[in-house]
């Protein structure tokens, strides 16, 4: 299902190339100034060609708060938590509320004046704000995940954006059914890697799920985040995870760092090329970004461990000719599920003979308790005790009568002896 408003994409585009000009930033605002990655990650050169109109992005967090101005862009919502409220901005999870006003804001804050402000990767994309408390304190995490995926597609969006880690490669298996179905559905998923400084030393589940856009960071130099970022075969590309500024539930602005940063700066970039090119399905969506990423320095060739295809490219991703591909390039849940939940084979396989009839074999032999070693059992007395009673009788008379013919032969010889004269 086509999750992009076509005309309204075609319209923006249209604005853009007919000289209908973005207000530039104000030169002397200090927030604008310290958004490094739009400069850096070709986000301003994108804009001449889109900011983002027509695509909604779903940010699973905490919660956007109502407030900022910055968060205009938010045009629905909901709480899957039993905590928040029913539109998903009253900001859930205790001591990190104000996480998923922060991710909001790099993917798509519109400013607060014109030039000025602190403004998103794709400032003119809608936003969603899907509050879950990853403490699974009324609803376990896994129900969560699987509410907030379903309502986010369900209810329009093109891009889901996902900070969030359980620190575990595998994932429960209701997961399964839930990407499957954002998936199906032609929506790109984006994840953060997660970040050693928190303990995580490799990436876990979403990030470990085949299909997902897994983000890894890096520092402002883009070299990979020793704090900030973490490592693993799935990841698919970088975008910077320090000295990132977040609007604050309550407006307030603060400088942080986090792979859950780098994650809705590549939502952000998502959108733009949704916008950009409403006629790509996912696929190509995520092959875009992942084959106009730039070598990080250091990095080896193919998937790094550390930067994935490499650092991100808003403006390669939106105008780079890109050769169309068929299947998700980072990889196939269904062919995952198929192999490792051990789904049945289809066609179920048929026998190529007919079975073959066999004879039942006879009864066994009845079981005998075993008895003392030192006692006869019938088959002693049988084979060895009668047999050896016999011979030693047989024998015996043998000697007996050998004894008696001896004795009788004595006796006869010494009848025959003559008698000695007496005198």
Same mark, same amino acid.
């Given at each position: 299902?086509?999750?992009?408003?076509?005309?309204?994409?075609?319209?923006?585009?249209?604005?853009?190339?007919?000289?209908?000009?973005?207000?530039?930033?104000?030169?002397?605002?200090?927030?604008?100034?310290?958004?490094?990655?739009?400069?850096?990650?070709?986000?301003?050169?994108? !804009?001449?060609?889109?900011?983002?109109?027509?695509?909604?992005?779903?940010?699973?967090?905490?919660?956007?708060?109502?407030?900022?101005?910055?968060?205009?862009?938010?045009?629905?919502?909901?709480?899957?938590?039993?905590?928040?409220?029913?539109?998903?901005?009253?900001? $859930?999870?205790?001591?990190?509320?104000?996480?998923?006003? !922060?991710?909001?804001?790099?993917?798509?804050?519109?400013?607060?004046? @014109?030039?000025?402000?602190?403004?998103?990767?794709? @400032?003119?994309?809608?936003?969603?704000?899907?509050?879950?408390?990853?403490?699974?304190?009324?609803?376990?995490?896994?129900?969560?995940?699987?509410?907030?995926?379903?309502? /986010?597609?369900?209810?329009?969006?093109?891009?889901?954006?996902?900070?969030?880690?359980?620190?575990?490669?595998? !994932?429960?298996?209701?997961?399964?059914?839930?990407?499957?179905?954002?998936?199906?559905?032609?929506? $790109?998923?984006?994840?953060?890697?997660?970040?050693?400084?928190?303990?995580?030393?490799?990436?876990?589940?979403?990030?470990?799920?085949?299909?997902?856009?897994?983000?890894?960071?890096?520092?402002?130099?883009?070299?990979?985040?020793?704090?900030?970022?973490?490592?693993?075969?799935?990841?698919?590309?970088?975008?910077?995870?320090?000295?990132?500024?977040?609007?604050?539930?309550?407006?307030?602005?603060?400088?942080?760092?986090?792979?859950?940063?780098?994650?809705?700066?590549?939502?952000?970039?998502?959108?733009?090329?949704?916008?950009?090119?409403?006629?790509?399905?996912?696929?190509?969506?995520?092959?875009?970004?992942?084959?106009?990423?730039?070598?990080?320095?250091?990095?080896?060739?193919?998937?790094?461990?550390?930067?994935?295809?490499?650092?991100?490219?808003?403006?390669?991703? $939106?105008?780079?000719?890109?050769?169309?591909?068929?299947?998700? @390039?980072?990889?196939?849940?269904?062919? !995952?599920?198929?192999?490792?939940?051990?789904?049945?084979?289809?066609?179920?396989?048929?026998?190529?003979?007919?079975?073959?009839?066999?004879?039942?074999?006879? @009864?066994?032999?009845?079981?005998?308790?075993?008895?003392?070693?030192?006692?006869?059992?019938?088959?002693?007395?049988?084979?060895?005790?009668?047999?050896?009673?016999? /011979?030693?009788?047989?024998?015996?008379?043998?000697?007996?009568?050998?004894?008696? /013919?001896?004795?009788?032969?004595?006796?006869?010889?010494?009848?025959?002896?003559?008698?000695?004269?007496?005198?």
């Amino acid at each position: 299902m086509r999750r992009i408003i076509a005309a309204t994409a075609a319209l923006a585009l249209t604005a853009v190339l007919s000289g209908a000009a973005v207000v530039a930033d104000d030169p002397t605002d200090p927030v604008r100034a310290g958004e490094y990655w739009l400069d850096q990650y070709g986000i301003r050169e994108a !804009w001449n060609t889109t900011r983002g109109a027509g695509v909604r992005i779903a940010v699973i967090d905490t919660g956007i708060g109502r407030n900022p101005v910055e968060f205009a862009g938010v045009v629905d919502g909901t709480d899957v938590s039993g905590l928040g409220s029913p539109d998903g901005r009253s900001p $859930v999870g205790g001591g990190n509320g104000n996480h998923g006003s !922060w991710v909001s804001s790099l993917a798509a804050a519109r400013g607060t004046t @014109p030039g000025r402000g602190m403004i998103g990767v794709a @400032p003119e994309a809608e936003l969603m704000s899907i509050s879950i408390d990853i403490e699974g304190t009324v609803v376990p995490v896994k129900d969560q995940i699987v509410q907030a995926i379903h309502w /986010a597609v369900d209810h329009g969006a093109g891009v889901i954006n996902m900070s969030l880690t359980t620190n575990t490669l595998e !994932w429960d298996p209701s997961w399964d059914e839930a990407f499957s179905y954002a998936f199906a559905h032609d929506v $790109v998923i984006v994840v953060a890697a997660g970040n050693r400084g928190s303990g995580t030393t490799r990436v876990g589940a979403p990030a470990t799920i085949p299909g997902v856009l897994t983000v890894g960071g890096v520092d402002p130099d883009g070299v990979a985040s020793v704090g900030a970022s973490t490592q693993g075969i799935t990841i698919g590309v970088s975008a910077p995870s320090e000295r990132l500024i977040g609007v604050s539930a309550d407006g307030t602005l603060v400088q942080w760092n986090g792979t859950s940063g780098a994650a809705p700066i590549v939502a952000g970039i998502a959108a733009l090329v949704r916008s950009a090119h409403p006629d790509l399905d996912a696929n190509n969506v995520l092959n875009r970004i992942i084959r106009t990423a730039k070598p990080a320095p250091g990095a080896g060739s193919g998937q790094d461990l550390l930067y994935g295809y490499g650092l991100v490219d808003a403006a390669g991703a $939106v105008n780079a000719q890109v050769s169309a591909v068929t299947a998700n @390039p980072m990889g196939d849940l269904a062919e !995952w599920i198929r192999l490792y939940r051990r789904a049945d084979t289809v066609p179920v396989p048929q026998p190529s003979s007919a079975p073959v009839e066999i004879e039942a074999l006879p @009864p066994a032999d009845a079981v005998t308790e075993a008895g003392s070693p030192l006692l006869p059992s019938a088959d002693t007395l049988r084979f060895g005790t009668l047999p050896l009673t016999a /011979a030693t009788v047989a024998a015996i008379m043998v000697m007996l009568g050998l004894t008696a /013919a001896a004795r009788r032969i004595r006796l006869a010889r010494e009848s025959r002896t003559p008698s000695s004269p007496s005198t």
